[in-house]
Structures are given as C-alpha cells and as structure tokens.
C-alpha cells in the first residue's frame, strides 16, 4: 500500500520549472504528475493561473492531492498525456517527466522492480488489461527478443527470450530476474549494473505503450500552445530522446529558407525556437542526493509564430 513518506525526489526541478518560464496568470499542463514536486513549484509562481495535472496511476493523484492541498487552482485528470487535447485548449506551457517515479519502482507489488519480489504487473494504470506477466508469458519467442532489442538494445535479446519461453509460466519479477541470468554469460553477469535492467525497461515501456504515448503528444501538442508557450521533456533513455530531439528540431527548421529565389521578406519563419541546443543534464551535487537523475536529459521548445 502506497504511504505518503514514500521519498520521490523530483529530477532537475529548478532548471525544469526555470524553463517553463512560468506566467502569473497563464494555464499550464503537468502530463506527468507523479508525487507533485514538478507540479509544486509551478504552483508557486502562478497567481491567478491554473493548472491541469495528468497521470496514469491514481495512487499518484491520491498523494498528490494531499501534497498540493493548499492550492485550490490544481485540475486532475486521472488519463494518459497523451490525451490531453480532450482536456485543454490553448496552454501557456506543457511539462513532461518521463521516468517512472521512486514509489513506483519501490514498491514490490507493482512489479516495476528487479530488486524486490512482486508479480509480474507493471502497468502504470491499474484499469489497463495488458500486464507484463501476459507478456511474459504469451508473447512468442521472436515477439519478445524484438521488444527486447527495439525498447532496450538489449545484446542477449534472442537468449533471453529463448529462456523465458523455455520456463514459462513466470508469475514474479524475481523468477524473470533468475531466468535472464540464467541467459547471460558469466562475463557479463561480473559487469556493473543489474542484469535484468534492460530487459525490465523494455518490459515496462511495451506494457505501457510509451513510445507511443510520447509520438502522439509530439504530434498534438503544437494544436494546444499559445504564441510564446513553452513545451520542456525530461527524458531518461535513448529511445524517447531521440523522439523529441527530432520533432523540436523538425518544429525549429525552416526548409528552403536559403533559397536565393526568395527575397528575405518572403522567406518562411520557424514556428519554434529550441530553448537549449544541448540536453541539460544533472549536476554532481543532484546526482549525490538522487542518482535515478543520471540518465536524465531535459529539452525545451518555445512557439514564437502560428
């Protein structure tokens, strides 16, 4: 049972919310509430704005309703960011935090964790049907190593899977965790890190559809931001990085915009400006108090046309 002295440490909290740039009256989106530190903050630059807070898991909303109880200007949406158009119309900002939070991860019995016993679960919203037990144990062999590949760029993708299918049924993360070892060669079990990482991240972004999530966000939100509106991810492995780079620089770029034809009153602006060209990362201090923020990158887009 989730408890509110569950400790979640918000990754890169000032520089997130110094990108946001936050308005006193303007209508601000948190897709991503989680235990509420990001959407905090906010809440303590706005004056007569307001703010639309969105998550999958309502233990998340629960806590951070107790959290945020003294503010009065907080809309929670208990659905997937992903949907937020349904929600909103034109926002002063948008703020994603895409890693999974520190309760989530601790809590055996929401099966996130390589390193407690839990079922097989991990299913950010509690209502959805797909759990990574039914992956485990449905997928076929070759499903399986390809998730392993495409969501982890897992090397002992093909194994792995081969020996899960070969000991199925598995109903706890502890069984999966024995069985990915029992794939893996002594030199690599030797190496740093936990060998089931990888396997476990590509589990949970299939049960979730993340990367989907995330495309179709990037396809929608520019619909829903006013003129000088900020849109700041932080991201927290290669593959949903690589996602907003492209779009952000894909919304930045102006094609044909050298084309001597033109005379520089007809040339074609950007509808965006990036607000940072390299990923802020944590510093050395943050990541002494909160080590999940390593593999943290934070990018910033700024709409400056229609």
Known sequence: ???????????????????????????????????????????????????????LDENAINESKEILKAYDNVIYIHDNFMNMNRYVD???????????SSPQFDEAERGFSYRFDGPLDMRMNQEDRLTAAEVVNTYSEKELADIFYRYSEEPFARPIARKIVENRPISTTLQLVEVIKSALPQKVLKKKGHPAKQVFQALRIEVNH???????????????????????????????DKLVKYRFKELSSVEDDLRIAKRPEEVEKAKYR?????????????????????????RGIEKIGD
């Open 1 to 55: 049972m989730t408890s509110l002295t569950t400790k979640h440490i918000s990754v890169l909290l000032d520089e997130t919310v110094d990108m946001l740039s936050v308005k006193e009256n303007g209508i601000y989106v948190d897709g991503t509430l989680g235990r509420g530190g990001h959407s905090k903050k906010i809440l303590e630059k706005l004056k007569g704005g307001k703010l639309y807070v969105f998550d």
């Open 90 to 100: 034109k926002v002063d900002g948008i703020l994603l935090d895409l890693g999974v």
């Open 210 to 240: 993340e990367l989907d999530s995330l495309k179709t966000f990037l396809e929608r939100f520019d619909g829903m931001l006013n003129t000088d509106g900020r849109v700041v991810i932080i991201t927290f492995h290669s593959l949903e």
């Open 274 to 298: 990036l607000l940072v060209h390299k990923a802020v990362i944590a510093d050395e201090e943050e990541l002494e108090i909160n080590p999940r923020a390593k593999s943290a990158k934070l």
